[in-house]
């Protein structure tokens, strides 16, 4: 079953804008984001943004894995967001 982005997958795009995450060398770790969920759920909801290229995964930082948000990303969150 096919799901749509909620704002729980806005808010990661909106840390990822924020934090200037928007390349390899710039990726965020999942244990950094300051969300109020389980890890094993920013992980499931990253995974699903990868999966429609919203985000990509950067450079990792020791064993951990870095995201950062595309230009569709950043194209699909504007127009989510526009009055």
Known sequence: ???NV???D???LIELINGEHTTKMTGKTVKSFQLDRQLNAVHR???F???LSY???GFPI???VTYFITEAGIKFYKE???W
């Open 1 to 3: 079953m096919a799901r």
């Open 6 to 8: 909620d704002l729980h």
């Open 10 to 12: 806005i808010s990661l």
């Open 45 to 47: 909801r990253l995974h």
């Open 49 to 51: 943004l990868e999966s």
């Open 55 to 57: 985000v990509q995964r």
């Open 62 to 64: 020791q064993n951990a």
């Open 80 to 82: 989510a967001t526009e």
